[in-house]
């Protein structure tokens, strides 16, 4: 009897990785669609306490699903498939290179609702199920005036992957898309001992109009640069006030949050409770005045 139930648990294995391999490779039910579509993405960073932070952008390119129904395939392994690009057995699956600015990047210049252009292109019509990033070694850290090399943690690949549902992007003109890519430098930079930093990044993918935002402006000047953090149960993002006192976190989802200001100069710190974001609507918090 406990040979059966083997063979039984055997031949059940055997037919559920059957029909996984069939979901992945086999989509031939399934129909292209015809055409291109252009879509332009955009970096903004979460920031951390360091002076700079310098990251090396070498290519940038997408994985494109052109079948016509991009739902069969949510349970591929994504991240095989993204560490072995030219190996992809399923034709409808097509890797599309964009034009990336390929340099090295000021992650620290690209906060308060700042952002850049990436990368941008004509490709493939389809579903974008994956955003792949190649970082180059001129990755660097700058803090109190000393630059650090920011180097990969051991033995991890020298990309990034950034994996969709399809359905993020912003559909802003015809046949055209975009997305915003929040770099958290907080999460992404990890020091070790003897000021060793290595870099494992941490990437959300979000549209603006599709996510809310928190925004205030924090007084006295002397109690900047000021660590915001937004946070509830769920999600939590980062930031520093500029210069001026003035910060703006977006890609929030709905939800209430507690905003905590941790300030500089002795001044002290302080917690925003019940800040509402709904129908990704932006929140003023006005100027917020700290005390020593």
Not at 97 to 116: E, H, I, M, P
Not at 204 to 217: E, I, L, P, R
Not at 274 to 281: D, E, G, K, L, R
């Amino acid at each position: 009897m406990k040979s059966k139930h083997l063979l039984s648990g055997i031949a059940f294995m055997a037919f559920a990785s059957s029909v996984f391999l069939i979901a992945c490779n086999k989509s031939s039910s399934a129909e292209n669609p015809s055409g291109s579509q252009n879509v332009s993405l955009y970096m903004t960073d979460g920031p951390g306490l360091f002076d700079n932070v310098y990251l090396d952008i070498k290519d940038v390119k997408v994985l494109v699903d052109t079948s016509s129904n991009t739902r069969v395939h949510d349970s591929c392994d994504y991240d095989r498939m993204g560490d072995r690009e030219h190996h992809q057995p399923d034709s409808f699956f097509v890797w599309q290179d964009l034009n990336v600015k390929a340099g090295v990047y000021d992650l620290l210049q690209l906060r308060n609702g700042t952002d850049t252009l990436l990368a941008a292109a004509n490709i493939k019509a389809g579903t974008i199920r994956m955003i792949r990033i190649d970082l180059g070694t001129n990755n660097s850290l700058v803090k109190d005036s000393v630059s650090y090399p920011l180097n990969l943690l051991p033995n991890a690949p020298s990309y990034v992957i950034i994996k969709l549902r399809g359905d993020e992007w912003e559909h802003h003109a015809p046949n055209s898309y975009r997305l915003w890519l929040d770099f958290d430098v907080q999460r992404s930079v990890i020091k070790l001992m003897d000021n060793k930093f290595y870099l494992r990044p941490f990437i959300k993918a979000f549209v603006v109009d599709k996510t809310g935002t928190v925004q205030g402006n924090v007084l006295p000047l002397d109690a900047s640069p000021a660590i915001v953090t937004v946070y509830n149960s769920t999600d939590t993002a980062y930031g520093i006030t500029s210069r001026g006192g003035m910060f703006k976190l977006r890609g929030l989802k709905d939800g209430t949050y507690n905003v905590f200001l941790n300030p500089s100069n002795g001044y002290k710190d302080t917690t925003i409770t019940n800040v509402t974001i709904s129908n990704a609507s932006t929140v003023s918090l006005g100027s917020v005045t700290l005390h020593k």
